[in-house]
């Protein structure tokens, strides 16, 4: 048998804009089991809490082996509902290109 002791460690994303104010910083939330709504709330909690400028927030259930999708969150809305990694990461690149890239 293998004992194997483990403790929790810090956030990173609160220190993120701490550091380096103009940073345009996207979140990501993943939570299981629950209703859309608060999937909502809680991304725009985590983007309040940490200065994000936008949330990747999808909900467990809804990832399959070759289907992966979730809402893309900013400014408090629902902006996009990517469907595919591609998808999310061009959904991604194109809301920081409306920003110019930076704060």
């Known amino acids: 048998n293998i004992i194997l002791g483990l403790r929790r460690t810090q956030k990173v994303i609160p220190l993120i804009k701490r550091n380096n104010p103009n940073t345009f910083l996207v979140g990501f939330k993943l939570l299981k089991d629950v209703p859309e709504e ?7 909690q985590l983007a309040g809490e940490n200065g994000c400028d936008m949330v990747f927030a999808n909900e467990l259930a809804q990832l399959g082996e070759s289907n992966h999708l979730g809402m893309l969150i900013r400014s408090g809305k629902v902006v996009d509902r990517p469907i595919g990694k591609k998808q999310i990461a061009e959904a ?12």
């Open 38 to 44: 608060e999937l909502i709330r809680v991304a725009n």
């Open 92 to 103: 991604i690149v194109r809301e920081m290109m409306k920003q110019g890239g930076n704060k």
